[in-house]
């Protein structure tokens, strides 16, 4: 046999057929990444376009470009204190913040085996309500101007650890994260329904619209807090994405696959919370993004967390930003919550996705 | 050359104690089974030698204690098999079975993780269900997967908690034959959870057959296999007869032995209470 023909046996057989389809199935994967990214970069350019000032398309582009890259001399105008000032920092909160709830989404979902796990199924909404509630009402300024910020923070992160210290003690089973997470959120609830009946009526209006959810806090300086949480947090969730897959294969399989599964999981928690805390500080409680950012990214590219938790970042981004885009241009000049537009927007989306695909959710 | 050593391994819920002074040993190139009835403490005993569960005395695997050992390193030596095996949420056959090179790679995935994947599936003959969704098949085409899986962790020491259990005698005899073919050709040594003695006396070498988490008896499944430890084992009334060379369990129905006689004879040796 010569070489050739012994180099095409072995092209043809069914090894190198079983390889090829999962490279193929590989490539698709990395399409859909790169679809999405370039969908928020354009969808970036358009919600730059929209608002009280009207703006081309190409005009927003250039307008951000001349941001970016200096030297193209490009003279200062008024549209490049709007764009740069003020829409920008929007979006990129936006952004963010979607990316932040997307990923902490995939990590909860993944970690806790639960299709209904989200950021707040662990009563982290709740404990940055009654944070915010706190500051709002109860008059608590000891951080000034981020008080409300500085309190729904704290607040979150300190159920996480009070939820984490409780599941250990019964051995980081995902049942008994998520029945402490349930038993905190109820508890705290009940503490801000309480501080709500003794507030005013502006004091409840200003803790009502917080919780709405909004993005309009935004500017570089919180963008900047924000994404430096991100930008820690993702990388290290993204290193551990495979043995967050094999996780959710359970518990006793992925022990014996080589995993420390208590210290994955509880790590991973750790920083699923601290990225839903910081954008919930700053934005208020956005619901859906993080329940479904990661359903819709397993329903394309499947449920290897190594893109997942990317893929969820990007529609997590994407969706909030199309979310945030329609709630302040569809009845503009009134800017709608954005936690109310999350659902009214992503819901009719991942209906469609979920029934055209017709797959069980897991 | 791997050997296994199990000395009095206990282990205990709590409340409830499951092994007691479990011991015994197996080399390489063999193939031990576990029998006895449910609850005799056979998957208890297969999470301890995977150290899922930690048990009080000793396992050594070439002599060091597996209890000391790392849990990657571990993993590279010892596969497990489990008996309801699930995989993660929308996770095709070929990423279930990638799972098994986790303990010998990193973050990302190597050509030759791929070949020996796509080499395993094709082995077991399931290459052609490579991107199907795990969650869509059949209890037995799971349990050729989870096989898989193990084959690609590529360990010295294959442990299997009732892998036939969900399937049809073409698809037992299917394993056991992939599974004592692996056995030989690799010289690993494989302990195996079996309800079913006829499939245990033609593929183990040895058999360990526990009661109440005690080892009842230990050795051939010729010099094992006797009418009075099958009743005393699991109170069955049957006639172990020779096919090819190997022995037979033929179960007694208490009809055919006269239900009256089955049960007073069961009440007389045993002192046992006739059910009303």
């Known amino acids: ?362 | 050359m791997v050997n296994v050593k199990l000395n009095d391994v206990c282990f205990s819920y709590p409340g409830a104690d499951i092994l007691h002074n479990v011991t015994f040993s197996i080399g390489p190139g063999q193939m031990t089974g576990l029998i006895g009835p449910n609850g005799s403490g056979k998957s208890t005993l297969i999470k301890c030698i995977d150290t899922i569960l930690k048990p009080k005395g000793s396992i050594l695997l070439n002599g060091k204690d597996i209890l000391t050992m790392e849990r990657v390193a571990l993993a590279r030596s010892i596969g497990l098999v489990p008996q309801n095996g699930t995989s993660a949420m929308d996770s095709t056959v070929f990423e279930t079975v990638l799972m098994g090179r986790r303990p010998h790679s990193a973050w990302r995935i190597s050509e030759e993780d791929i070949h020996k994947v796509a080499d395993a599936l094709e082995r077991l003959g399931i290459g052609n269900l490579a991107m199907r969704d795990f969650s869509h098949l059949s209890g037995g085409q799971k349990q050729m997967v989870l096989l898989a899986r193990a084959i690609c962790q590529e360990p010295d020491v294959l442990l299997l908690d009732e892998p036939t259990s969900a399937l049809d005698i073409r698809h037992q005899l299917e394993v056991l034959e992939i599974v004592n073919h692996l056995v030989k050709e690799r010289n690993m040594s494989a302990i195996i959870a079996l309800h079913d003695l006829n499939l245990g006396a033609r593929y183990t070498d040895s058999m360990v057959i526990l009661r109440e988490g005690k080892i009842f008896s230990a050795g051939k499944p010729d010099e094992l296999y006797t009418p009075d430890m099958i009743e005393e084992v699991y109170g069955v009334i049957a006639e172990v007869i020779s096919v090819h060379g190997k022995p037979h369990v033929v179960p007694i129905r208490p009809a055919e032995y006269g239900h009256y006689i089955f049960a007073e004879s069961l009440q007389n040796e045993r002192n046992m209470e006739i059910p009303a």
């Open chain 1, 1 to 362: 046999m010569n070489q050739q023909s012994r180099r095409k046996k072995t092209i043809d057989s069914p090894t190198s057929d079983i390889q090829s389809a999962y490279n193929q199935y590989h490539s698709k994967k990395i399409l859909f990444l790169i679809t999405v990214t370039i969908g928020i970069l354009l969808l970036a350019g358009i919600a730059a376009s929209f608002g009280s000032y009207d703006l081309t398309l190409v005009q927003a582009y250039t307008t951000i470009a001349a941001g970016i890259f200096p030297w193209m001399g490009l003279p200062e105008s008024v549209a490049h204190t709007i764009i740069w000032e003020i829409r920008l920092p929007r979006i990129a909160m936006a952004i963010v913040s979607g990316a932040s709830l997307g990923v902490a989404g995939a990590i909860l979902q993944g970690v806790l085996r639960n299709p209904l796990a989200e950021p707040f199924t662990l009563g982290i909404s709740s404990a940055s309500a009654m944070g915010a509630s706190l500051a709002i009402i109860g008059g608590i300024k000891y951080f000034g101007q981020y008080s409300v910020v500085m309190n729904a923070f704290f607040s979150a992160f300190l159920a996480t650890m009070v939820i984490y210290s409780i599941a250990k003690s019964k051995g980081m089973t995902p049942e008994a994260i998520i029945l402490a997470g349930i038993a905190i959120m109820f508890l705290l609830d009940a503490v801000t329904s309480f501080m709500q009946y003794l507030g005013t009526a502006e004091q409840v209006q200003a803790v009502v619209f917080w919780m709405m959810g909004s993005v309009s806090v935004a500017n570089w300086e919180t963008v900047f807090i924000v994404f430096c949480i991100a930008i820690i947090s993702i990388p290290y969730l993204i290193y551990k994405a495979s043995d967050l897959t094999i996780i959710g294969a359970g518990d006793e399989t992925a022990y014996s696959l080589g995993i420390h599964v208590e210290t994955v999981r509880m790590r991973t928690l750790i920083f699923a919370a601290l990225l839903t805390a910081s954008v919930t500080a700053f934005c208020g409680i956005i619901g859906f993004v993080g329940l479904v950012s990661p359903h819709i990214t397993r329903m394309v590219i499947g449920g290897d967390n190594r893109y997942v938790i990317p893929g969820s970042a990007l529609v997590g981004g994407i969706l909030l930003l199309g979310a945030d885009t329609v709630a302040r241009t569809i009845l503009a000049p009134i800017i709608l919550p954005v936690g109310i537009m999350t659902a009214l927007v992503g819901v009719p989306f991942f209906m469609f996705l979920f029934m055209r695909k017709r797959k069980e959710l897991w």
